[in-house]
């Protein structure tokens, strides 16, 4: 049981995490690269984002 909460809360920070890069003002390639990284290593990937994501308010179009 203790597995699947942990599960849980990880999917929920990825989530997270992938919605704040799109919101991001990272160029679109930069974007792809953070999205894959969290998606193929979510706990590892995610801390990095974490540490050294791409920071900052939205997009400008």
Aim: hydrophobic letters at 65%; a positive charge.
């Amino acid at each position: 049981m203790e597995y699947g909460i942990l599960g849980l809360i990880v999917l929920i920070l990825n989530i997270y995490a992938i919605a704040k890069i799109f919101g991001s003002g990272a160029s679109t390639g930069a974007k792809v690269l953070w999205i894959v990284l969290i998606l193929v290593l979510p706990v590892v990937g995610f801390i990095i984002w974490l540490i050294a994501g791409p920071k900052g308010g939205a997009a400008t179009v």
